[in-house]
């Protein structure tokens, strides 16, 4: 099993920045990617950025290509989310998740591991 844990949401002004966490615990030689998603209220979860877990390729949602940066840090076991000129509708619970297959992927569905969640709330 893999756990994940999430930190770094909060409340932040439109136009600002801020940075996820996630730190990878357990049995991280599953891992071939990692995928940031969001979800907010009444909405289905959506994918926002995947790594893979030993190379640096990336993928983007259109939504924040240019203003989100994904990265890792192997030896911490941390995959980060920088988020840079946040919007309102960036506003959502943000979840890391961990894919055992092959391929950078975007639908919910094909990661195996969740984390609990952070809350993102960018005030206009």
């Known amino acids: 099993q893999v756990q994940l844990v999430e930190s770094g949401g909060g409340l932040v002004q439109a136009g600002g920045s801020l940075r996820l966490s996630c730190a990878a615990s357990g049995r991280t030689f599953y891992i071939y990617a990692m995928g940031w998603f969001r979800q907010a209220p009444g909405k289905e979860r959506e994918f926002v950025a995947a790594i893979k877990w030993t190379t640096s390729n990336t993928y983007y949602a259109d939504s924040v290509k240019g203003r989100f940066t994904i990265s890792r840090d192997n030896a911490e076991n941390t995959v980060y989310l920088q988020m840079n000129s946040l919007k309102p509708e960036d506003t959502a619970v943000y979840y890391c998740?961990?894919?055992?297959?092959?391929?950078?992927?975007?639908?919910?569905?094909?990661?195996?591991?969740w984390g609990q969640g952070t809350q993102v709330t960018v005030s206009s």
């Open positions: 998740a961990a894919d055992r297959s092959i391929g950078l992927r975007t639908t919910p569905e094909a990661y195996d591991y």
